[in-house]
């Protein structure tokens, strides 16, 4: 059974960065960050292959970075210039063989 770990999340103002981490119980293929706000589907955020290819969601392209330390088994996302509307339950997702996901950490940003 493979765990996800995640922290970093919290309360911050508009234009404030937060960096999330999560970090896997094993080695994993592709990682990566899904958010969801309340009556919304899950929706990507961003994702990292293990060879270090990135993918981002439009509305967080030019202000979040996805992130891998593959010995560490760990993915960050370093979120900057956050806005309210970034608002959401953060949630990493991993794939070895089937997919996992971690328990979600709650971001909030304030304007």
Excluded: H
Aim: overall charge positive.
């Amino acid at each position: 059974q493979v765990r996800l770990v995640e922290s970093g999340g919290g309360l911050v103002q508009a234009g404030g960065s937060l960096r999330l981490s999560c970090t896997a119980s094993r080695s994993m293929g592709t990682m990566g960050w899904y958010r969801q706000t309340p009556g919304k589907v899950r929706e990507l955020v961003a994702t990292v292959t293990n060879g270090g290819v990135t993918n981002y969601a439009d509305s967080v392209r030019a202000r979040f970075t996805i992130s891998r330390d593959n010995a560490k088994n760990t993915v960050y996302l370093q979120m900057n210039s956050l806005k309210p509307e970034d608002t959401a339950v953060y949630y990493c997702k991993a794939r070895w063989i089937i997919e996992y996901w971690g328990q979600g950490t709650q971001i909030t940003v304030s304007s």
